[in-house]
């Protein structure tokens, strides 16, 4: 509580610090008002009255009473909002007074501090998130595409994937919004794999066919992943296979990582088949049956044979989480075409057989981390090892 004249005394004051300290308890007595209605008028007058002082603190003060409130006087709002900087850039950021209408034309015009002002707002609306990519400035795109709870267009993300994707920084921020669009995410993807191909600490690091293998199965997995998300669907399949994109390495990789849905869609593609009938042969088909629709999709004969075998394995295993089970699917594939073809692998069949033959080496690895640590973790006694040979002992000759 406070005597009227003292508020009176306060706000004709002399001294900035104590107009300021009244500005703010006018704000603050304004927005929590429950007295007599000749009151809260005379409080929005004195209100009024602050927006012409002199000092900058004074308007400060009357500016952080009302900042946050969603009931803050409309007209007193927007006067600040054209205020000193130090006072526009903080109601920009925090007034939730301020609606599209009046950030719109700001956005146009404003510089780089007032717009990242802006980008930090509690609530921004896809409009105004737009409005400010368009502004091409890397710091304030970045800002907003980190902003994952604001929806922005599909058509914006793919533009942005092809004007910005050399920046390490804002694809990282495109690859962790969950609109973005299949297409953006798999030319985001390829920008990634080249980055990684071209970094010198990649490249001292590992051969260069171990990293190109490395890297084409990141990126197959990638892909089949993609496919897999429920807002890629059937479209993005069909770019796949209109851009040529779709070839038996990834089909293969597609079922050894157990991304069936993604085979099933790129088979109901390529052969011009309902996906229903195609998830329902995979399921249940015959060798013939299937071996009939992989000739569908326009495979050769001996891909169709090895395709076949390689879905009735996976039949019998969830190759999606469980690598014991993809080693055992690769390595019995790997020997059952030893066998068949006696050692003289098809032509048809090297590209495949070369990639099986990589699954082998990589599933074994990854399938036999740890294992020693657990067995000794979990049993007694010790490790029997042969005995050492005995060093033949030399005569020295007599000197």
Known sequence: ?????????????????????????????????????????????ALIGFLDDPSVKVRAALAYGLLHSPEAPRPIVLALLHDSPVISRAVLQYSPVLVDADLMPLVRVQDSSALLAIAQRERLSARIAAALVARNDDELTLRVLRRIEISLAPDLLLDLAGTHGDSAAIRGALLARRDLPPAARLAMLRRVTESLRGARIVKGALAPERLERLLRDGTDAAVAAIGEAPEAGPQFVAELVGAD???TRLLLHAVVTGHVMFFSTCLAALGE??????????????????????????LDEAICGLLGRMVLHARLADLSDDLSARHYVVTALTEELLAEYDGEIPEALEEAFAYLSEQNISLARLAARGVMAAFAGSRDGALTLPPAPKAEIMALPAA
Request: charged share 20%.
């Open 245 to 247: 994109q779709i070839n």
């Open 273 to 298: 088949v309902p996906q229903h009938k195609v998830f329902a042969l995979l399921e249940n088909g015959s060798r013939a049956a299937l071996k009939a629709l992989f000739a569908r999709c326009g």
């Open 1 to 45: 509580m406070i005597p009227y004249q003292a508020f009176a005394d306060l706000c004709r004051s002399s001294d900035s610090d104590e107009r300021g300290h009244a500005a703010h308890l006018a704000a603050l007595a304004y927005l929590d008002h429950r007295g007599p209605a000749d009151e809260h008028a005379a409080l929005y007058a």
